[in-house]
Each structure stands twice: as structure tokens, then as C-alpha cells.
């Protein structure tokens, strides 16, 4: 029997931009909770590589937010990453993408660790006194039951007191009519549950779930799992920031 790996094409568009190729562009294939296909839509890999300045100001706050020892999670080309070293902070970036990690060592990203983000702390290694999860980096949990089993997962990765700055959006706004009027199945999987795929150079990756979650939701996951929210801000495409710190 032979085994077929995936390929990893998030990875083949960072190290094409990263060698050269300005135009390298990934095609994002989506489909939403009650099985409507969205249209595809191109994500250039330089939005990966993007400065400062060029990060939204949701992004730029959580940077601004961001203590102590540092775990960047879903790095993808280290961006944030290599801005918090520049301020002095030690940071560990960690993606899944092999060549995404080949990209951030390349750039100068001291460590870096390839691995989900469910995977548990080394025995020899200290927590964590912030975690970061941007670029709507909660939808690394793939569902409500993974953002519930990430939530108890992180009490293990994060000093006392601690905290998560992560990212996410409410997308019922994809489900209104011409008139406004929402057409959710109450009955069918949360509306914030997707599945994606990517594509580069012709070959497609293996299909994932992405969970964008509404901010009363993640609230009352907090709450549940023992933490604290803080809203700390809002854009006009309903994306929000949230501080989660550890209580007790």
C-alpha cells in the first residue's frame, strides 16, 4: 500500500516569494457550514511577508499588547515574529508548513518549530506568557469542540496569568439575503465552521476546517475553559482582537 503526502503548498508559495517570485499567489477554495461553495479568491504569498506598517491596526495592537516569553502560533513566514524579536522579546514560531518554517529560519527567526498546535510542551521547555494567534488564528482549532480542547491544551502551555491575543471574525454576514434577513439552518453545524483548501502551481492541498467564531461564543468558551476576555478591538470587516487571561 502507498501513501500519498499531501503537498504542502502554503509552503511552496512562501519559498517561491522568498526566492524571488514577487507575483506567487496561492488560490484559497472555500466552503461554508451548510455546503455552499464561495468563490475562490487569490491570497498573494507576499501578504505572509508584510512589515509593520503594512499589518492591520488589529495586528499592530496585539504586538503592542504582546509580554514576557512569546509563542507565535500558525507563524506562517514569521512576520510577526521577527517584529517581536526586534523589540527584544524570545519568541518560538511554530506552523505546521514545513516550508513555511524553512522560510522563517531563513529569515532569521532564531526558533522555530514545525508542529499543530495541539502538540504539548517539551518537558525541558518553560511556558508561555503570551501566545499569540493572528490572522484570525483562532480558526486553527477547526471547530467549536477543537476551540474548546485548544483552550484546556494552552493552561498547559502558559505561565501563571498568562494570556492568549488572538484574532477572529464574525462571518454570519455571509449568510444574509439582499434584504438582510440571515439564512442559517439552526439545526445544521455552526455557521462560523468552514473548510478550506489551497492551491499553488497547479497541485491542491488537503482540505481543513477553519473556525471563524462570533465574540459572544468565544466569550462563553472562555468563561467555560477559565479564562477572561477582553475585547481590545474591532475593524470594519467584523474582525475583532481578544486578550483570553488564565483566572486562578
Not at 155 to 182: C, F, K, M, N
Not at 183 to 193: A, C, Q, S, T, V
Not at 233 to 241: A, R, S, T, V
Request: some cysteine; hydrophobic content about 40%; glycine content about 10%.
Amino acid at each position: 500500500m502507498t501513501t500519498t503526502t499531501a503537498p504542502d503548498v502554503l509552503g511552496q508559495a512562501l519559498l517561491a516569494y522568498h526566492r524571488g517570485d514577487s507575483d506567487a499567489q496561492l488560490t484559497v477554495h472555500c466552503d461554508v457550514a451548510d455546503g455552499e461553495s464561495l468563490l475562490d479568491e487569490t491570497l498573494p504569498a507576499a501578504y505572509f511577508f508584510r512589515t509593520l506598517l503594512q499589518m492591520p491596526e488589529l495586528e499592530r495592537l496585539a504586538l503592542d499588547e504582546t509580554r514576557g516569553r512569546v509563542l507565535d502560533l500558525g507563524a506562517g513566514a514569521g512576520c510577526h515574529s521577527l517584529e517581536l524579536q526586534s523589540r527584544g522579546f524570545e519568541v518560538k514560531a511554530v506552523d505546521v508548513s514545513g516550508g513555511a518554517a524553512q522560510v522563517m529560519t531563513e529569515r532569521g527567526v532564531r526558533t522555530v518549530a514545525r508542529h499543530d498546535l495541539f502538540d504539548p510542551l517539551p518537558t525541558n521547555e518553560l511556558p508561555y506568557d503570551t501566545i499569540l494567534l493572528l490572522m484570525n488564528g483562532i480558526g486553527l482549532a477547526g471547530t467549536l469542540d477543537g476551540l474548546d480542547k485548544f483552550l484546556a491544551h494552552a493552561r498547559t502551555l502558559l505561565a501563571p496569568g498568562g494570556q492568549i491575543l488572538a484574532t477572529s471574525s464574525d462571518v454570519r454576514y455571509l449568510y444574509e439575503d439582499e434584504e438582510g434577513a440571515l439564512r442559517i439552518n439552526l439545526n445544521g453545524p455552526y455557521y462560523g465552521e468552514v473548510r478550506y483548501s489551497m492551491s499553488f502551481n497547479g497541485q491542491t492541498g488537503t482540505t481543513f476546517p477553519w473556525l471563524f467564531v462570533d465574540a459572544a461564543l468565544l466569550n462563553d468558551a472562555a468563561e467555560t475553559a477559565g479564562y477572561s476576555a477582553e475585547f481590545l478591538g474591532e475593524d470594519d470587516d467584523e474582525q475583532y482582537l481578544v486578550r483570553l487571561t488564565l483566572v486562578g
